[in-house]
């Protein structure tokens, strides 16, 4: 229901606002137009002594908040707002921070998302407050119509949520349920693409994300800096708990990735203080079927890879292992015919062919090169020290987690399918059917077998 509602609110908001900006009538005191940014969002704001900045605001007077006994005015923290100014590589830029109630949050995220603004911190916003209020900060650049339709989106889907039902009500009623505990860690580990322990009934993965603080100390997955995903529950009811570590222009294609699937958004802060690279945590939670939920997840994890690597962030490549641009680079093409394969590498079994496309796998840089696998070609269990990112070309490329090789407990990838291995993770591969692979990342590629018995270098020593 309250997703019929947003989206209703959404289209009232843009259509609203299309029309009125129509009738807008140039400001001459400002830079904004400011009769337009009233007319589009709704509200009668105000320009500061400069007129370089117009600040739209909202008092939450729908609603009564009482902390411990007080009955707090909506003046006092409790008033959403809005300010627009002139941007630099856009005509405006907007900042902002909603205050919000619990049963709002998900539905004005996906209003806002849904209207171009980007949302950039979640938290509580008192404590011991009857109801629950929350801070959802909001930002973005653009045109000016773009940004205050959006705004305006927000503000409406909260009125729409408001007049459905007065005060929010809980998520879920019912007796307490306790957890069955019976999920199958490969099986969340095969569509994670990481291998994930158990522990109590809890299925759990944790991906390495590392910064360096002032003092010079490296905090990784080891200390608490990695992205930590928790599962429990059955295949068919099951629950999510996840914290995902996002690096510059990570933050808002995983947010946008993880609505899309319905997982919500609970919280969203700064990591540390002073690290390099900045780092915003994502906390989220899901309900639902455990492969559902798995595969959300994923989906933001892979739009997080896809994203190019945070400023100052060299030799943080180990989550994302994003490519950098060259920009002396000169065009290239290569048909099929015109690609040389020749013998893979020594250090993966013999009957491998290799064709390199771009760069240099075994040097530092980016790199793309093909694999051509026979029926039945294997690799034991191993591990890179980078991200590994593979397109199936043709065949059926089949991938399983773990120490031990089990062609049972595997996922297959026909042609067509996308994959990415965070670094450190142990996993194994078959091949069925002849297939090609391509591989693309950031050198030296290197391969490390759990079993030494297993390296093909020591064989042919």
């Known amino acids: 229901m309250l997703r019929t509602i947003m989206t209703l609110a959404l289209a009232l908001a843009l259509g609203s606002a299309a029309a009125a900006s129509e009738q807008a009538v140039p400001s001459s005191s400002s830079p904004l137009d400011i009769a337009q940014l009233d007319r589009i969002t709704g509200l009668v704001g105000s320009p500061d002594a400069n007129g370089m900045a117009f600040k739209v605001s909202k008092p939450r007077s729908d609603v009564a908040v009482v902390v411990r006994g007080r009955r707090l005015d909506p003046s006092f923290g409790l008033t959403s707002w809005a300010v627009f100014s002139p941007g630099k590589a856009a005509p405006a830029m907007l900042v902002g921070d909603l205050i919000l109630l619990e049963d709002e949050l998900m539905p004005v995220m996906d209003a806002a998302l849904g209207a171009g603004l980007s949302i950039t911190a979640l938290h509580h916003h008192l404590v011991n407050a009857q109801p629950n209020v929350y801070s959802m900060h909001i930002g973005g650049e653009g045109s000016p119509e773009v940004l205050a339709k959006g705004v305006r989106a927000a503000f409406e889907t909260v009125t729409a949520i408001r007049q459905s039902q007065s005060r929010p009500v ?5 007796a307490e349920q306790r957890l069955a505990g019976s999920l199958a860690p490969d099986r969340i580990g095969a569509i994670l693409g990481v291998e994930c322990a158990v522990e109590n009934g809890v299925v759990r993965a944790v991906l390495d994300r590392t910064v360096r603080l002032p003092c010079g100390c490296v905090v990784g997955k080891e200390m608490g800096g990695g992205t930590t995903l928790a599962f429990a529950g059955s295949d068919e009811s099951a629950i999510l708990d996840g914290t995902i570590v996002t690096f510059a222009g990570e933050l808002q294609p995983v947010l946008a990735s993880l609505r899309k699937a319905d997982i919500d958004v609970v919280g969203i802060h700064s990591q540390f203080e002073g690290e390099s690279p900045a780092a915003i945590a994502v906390h989220c939670w899901g309900e639902g079927n455990a492969a559902d939920l798995a595969s959300g ?17 060299q030799g943080q490549t180990s989550a994302t292992g994003a490519m950098s641009d060259d920009t002396d680079m000169k065009p290239s093409l290569y048909s099929l015919a015109e690609m040389a394969w020749k013998d893979a590498p020594p250090s993966i079994p013999a009957g491998a062919k290799i064709a390199v496309l771009e760069g240099d796998p075994s040097k530092e840089g980016p790199f793309v090169f093909r694999l051509k696998l026979a029926d039945g070609y294997r690799i034991p269990p191993h591990t890179h020290p980078k991200v590994e990112r593979i397109t199936v070309i043709q065949g059926t490329f089949n991938v399983g987690m773990g120490e031990k090789f089990d062609e049972t407990k595997t996922q297959p990838m026909p042609a067509g399918t996308y994959g990415y291995w965070p670094a450190g993770m142990k996993h194994f591969v078959w091949a069925k059917g002849e297939t090609i692979l391509q591989f693309h990342g950031m050198g030296p590629w290197t391969i490390t077998y759990l079993n030494p018995a297993d390296d093909p270098r020591n064989a042919r020593k």
Do not use: D
């Open 170 to 174: 809980p998520h879920r009623e019912g």
């Open 297 to 313: 997840v994923r989906s933001a994890l892979v739009a997080q890879a896809n994203q190019a690597p945070a400023a100052g962030a």
